[in-house]
C-alpha cells in the first residue's frame, strides 16, 4: 500500500502539470500572427530563460514569425563561433524555422563580460537600425524587409550607414510613428533573472528604444506618441528560491496571476467597433490586437523536454557540472511570466 501512496504523488503532480497548461491556454492572452523578435545577450539564454515562450510562440497554431537577436557571441573564453553554432540549432530546437532568424552581433562595443556595462543608446542604436524601417524603404511581409541590408541580420545591426535619430524620424504614416519591421519585443525585466549586467543592460536598452520610437526626433508627445506602434514584454525575475521550484513554482505563479493581476484580454472585434474613430486613427492596428497586460506561458513535460535538449544537446559546451540543477529544478524551463512595458 505504501509504494501506491508514494506513486500517487507524481501522477497528481503530472495531473496538476497539465490542467496548469490547459489554464494558461484557455484564460490567459495569446500572441498569434505576431512578428516577434526576442532580444538576449548570450548564446544559451534562449534555452535556459525563454524556452516556454519561444516554444509557445514558434508553435504552428501561433502563426507567428519569431526571431532571434544576440548581441554577443558569448566569447569570454573564446569560442564565440562555437557558441553561435550551438544557438542554431538550439533555435531549431525550439521551433524557429530558419537559420536567418537567428542574428548573432559581433561588436566590441558588447562583450560578454560580468564586468562590462553596456550602454542603453548604444543597444537603442541596434534595435533601432535592426527594426526601423527608413521612410521610403520598401516593406517586406516578415522581420526582413525586401530592401537590403536586411534589417533584424546582424549586418543591418552593426554596420548600418544611417544614424538612430534618422532611422526613428517620423513617415507619412497616419499615426506619425516610422514603420517598424516587429510587432513584439521580448527580453529580461530591469533584474535580468541572474542579476548578469548584460541581462540588465537589454532591458535599458528596450526601454530607451520605445521612448525613441515613442517621440520621433523632432516631435512633442501627442496622443500618437503615446501608442507606440509596437509591445515590448519582460521576463520576470523571481527570488532564487523560486528559481529552483520546478512545476510547483508554476502552480503559484498561475494563482497569483489568476487571483490578484487578473486575465487581460486581447481586444475583441466588439471592442475595436466601439472605439471613437479619434482612437482608431491614433491607435496602431497591431497594438489593437496585443494583449494589454502580462503574459503566461508554461510548457507541458513534452516542451520541457525539448527545452532540456537545447541545453544538453546544441549548448554542449555550457553544461558544466551547475548547470543541471538549472535545467532540472530550474522553473524558466517550464513557466514564462512577462510583463508589459509601459512607456513612461
Same mark, same amino acid.
Given at each position: 500500500?505504501?509504494?501506491?501512496?508514494?506513486? #500517487?504523488?507524481?501522477?497528481?503532480?503530472? *495531473?496538476?502539470? =497539465?490542467?496548469?497548461?490547459?489554464i494558461?491556454?484557455?484564460?490567459?492572452p495569446?500572441?498569434?500572427?505576431?512578428?516577434?523578435?526576442l532580444?538576449?545577450?548570450?548564446?544559451?539564454? @534562449?534555452a535556459?530563460f525563454?524556452?516556454?515562450?519561444?516554444?509557445?510562440?514558434?508553435?504552428a497554431?501561433?502563426?507567428?514569425?519569431?526571431?532571434?537577436?544576440?548581441? #554577443?557571441?558569448?566569447? !569570454?573564453?573564446?569560442?564565440?563561433?562555437?557558441?553561435?553554432? @550551438?544557438?542554431s540549432k538550439?533555435? !531549431?530546437?525550439?521551433?524557429?524555422?530558419?537559420?536567418?532568424?537567428?542574428?548573432?552581433? @559581433?561588436? !566590441?562595443?558588447?562583450?560578454?563580460s560580468?564586468?562590462?556595462?553596456w550602454?542603453?543608446?548604444?543597444?537603442?542604436d541596434v534595435?533601432?537600425?535592426?527594426f526601423?524601417?527608413?521612410?521610403?524603404?520598401?516593406?517586406?511581409?516578415?522581420?526582413?524587409?525586401?530592401?537590403?541590408?536586411?534589417?533584424?541580420? !546582424?549586418?543591418?545591426?552593426?554596420?548600418?550607414?544611417?544614424t538612430? *535619430?534618422?532611422?526613428?524620424?517620423? #513617415?507619412?504614416?497616419d499615426?506619425?510613428?516610422a514603420?517598424?519591421?516587429?510587432?513584439?519585443?521580448?527580453?529580461?525585466d530591469?533584474?535580468?533573472?541572474?542579476?548578469?549586467?548584460?541581462?540588465?543592460a537589454?532591458?535599458?536598452?528596450?526601454?530607451?528604444f520605445? @521612448?525613441?520610437v515613442r517621440?520621433p526626433?523632432?516631435?512633442g508627445?501627442?496622443?500618437?506618441?503615446a501608442?507606440?506602434?509596437?509591445?515590448?514584454?519582460?521576463?520576470?525575475?523571481? #527570488?532564487?528560491?523560486?528559481k529552483y521550484?520546478?512545476?510547483?513554482?508554476?502552480i503559484?505563479?498561475?494563482?497569483?496571476?489568476?487571483l490578484?493581476?487578473?486575465r487581460?484580454?486581447?481586444?475583441?472585434?466588439?471592442?475595436?467597433?466601439?472605439?471613437?474613430?479619434?482612437?482608431?486613427?491614433?491607435?496602431?492596428?497591431?497594438?489593437?490586437?496585443?494583449?494589454?497586460?502580462? =503574459?503566461?506561458?508554461?510548457s507541458?513535460?513534452?516542451?520541457?523536454?525539448?527545452?532540456q535538449?537545447?541545453?544538453t544537446?546544441?549548448?554542449?559546451?555550457?553544461?558544466?557540472?551547475?548547470?543541471?540543477?538549472?535545467?532540472?529544478f530550474?522553473?524558466?524551463?517550464?513557466?514564462?511570466?512577462?510583463?508589459?512595458?509601459?512607456?513612461?
Open positions: 500500500m505504501q509504494w501506491l501512496t508514494l506513486l #500517487s504523488v507524481p501522477v497528481a503532480l503530472l *495531473a496538476c502539470w =497539465l490542467y496548469l497548461v490547459q494558461q491556454d484557455r484564460v490567459f495569446r500572441l498569434q500572427g505576431k512578428r516577434i523578435c532580444l538576449i545577450a548570450h548564446p544559451d539564454d @534562449e535556459m525563454f524556452a516556454p515562450t519561444v516554444l509557445a510562440l514558434t508553435h497554431r501561433a502563426g507567428n514569425h519569431v526571431q532571434i537577436l544576440c548581441l #554577443s557571441s558569448g566569447d !569570454a573564453y573564446g569560442i564565440g563561433e562555437l557558441r553561435k553554432r @550551438e544557438l538550439s533555435g !531549431a530546437l525550439l521551433g524557429l524555422q530558419r537559420d536567418a532568424d537567428i542574428s548573432v552581433l @559581433e561588436d !566590441a562595443r558588447f562583450p560578454d560580468k564586468a562590462a556595462a550602454d542603453a543608446d548604444r543597444i537603442a534595435l533601432s537600425r535592426a526601423v524601417r527608413p521612410q521610403g524603404a520598401a516593406a517586406g511581409n516578415d522581420l526582413h524587409p525586401a530592401s537590403p541590408p536586411a534589417p533584424g541580420s !546582424a549586418a543591418a545591426a552593426a554596420g548600418a550607414a544611417t538612430a *535619430a534618422a532611422a526613428v524620424a517620423p #513617415s507619412s504614416a499615426d506619425g510613428h514603420p517598424i519591421a516587429i510587432d513584439v519585443l521580448i527580453t529580461f530591469r533584474h535580468g533573472v541572474s542579476e548578469h549586467p548584460n541581462h540588465c537589454l532591458y535599458h536598452g528596450a526601454r530607451r520605445l @521612448e525613441r517621440r526626433a523632432g516631435r508627445l501627442g496622443p500618437s506618441a501608442r507606440p506602434p509596437f509591445a515590448v514584454y519582460t521576463l520576470r525575475s523571481v #527570488s532564487t528560491t523560486r521550484l520546478t512545476v510547483f513554482d508554476a503559484g505563479t498561475t494563482l497569483k496571476m489568476l490578484f493581476e487578473g487581460t484580454q486581447t481586444p475583441t472585434t466588439t471592442t475595436k467597433q466601439t472605439q471613437t474613430k479619434a482612437t482608431k486613427q491614433t491607435q496602431p492596428q497591431t497594438q489593437k490586437q496585443l494583449p494589454s497586460g502580462p =503574459l503566461l506561458f508554461i507541458p513535460p513534452a516542451d520541457y523536454r525539448i527545452a535538449r537545447a541545453m544537446q546544441a549548448h554542449q559546451s555550457q553544461m558544466m557540472w551547475f548547470r543541471w540543477g538549472w535545467i532540472i530550474g522553473r524558466y524551463m517550464i513557466v514564462n511570466d512577462l510583463d508589459l512595458m509601459e512607456p513612461i
